[in-house]
């Protein structure tokens, strides 16, 4: 797996070290909601990268299990956060719209 994708900008998606591809989830934040990295990669992720690419803050909760989330994280603009652990889903929080980034390795 390569190190933190670039905070900004268009990037290359990097494979994992077994040449599988990444589960990616971006847009812009505009409601609450929950991206299933387990559905997507049809197991927990074990690396994570969480990218907030917006001008405004970005909330969430990460969850093990897809039904019990952890307290409330908050990213400013331009950071990011990396969990090798693992991450069944992340619930996105609208406060202000502000764009994100997922890039989740099983």
């Known amino acids: 797996m390569a190190g933190a994708p670039p905070k900004k900008g268009p990037y290359e998606v990097q494979a994992a070290a077994d040449g599988s591809l990444p589960f990616v989830s971006e847009g812009t934040l505009t409601t609450n909601t929950t991206i299933n990295i387990n559905a997507g990669l049809s197991a927990n992720a074990k690396n994570v990268f969480l990218i907030n690419d917006g001008s405004n803050t970005l909330t969430y909760k990460i969850s093990v299990d897809g039904t019990t989330f952890s307290d409330a994280i908050t ?21 202000s719209n502000t764009d994100y980034r997922i890039e989740a390795y099983a």
């Open 75 to 95: 990213l400013k603009t331009d950071e990011y956060k990396v969990y090798r652990r693992d991450i069944h889903s992340i619930q996105l929080i609208h406060s």
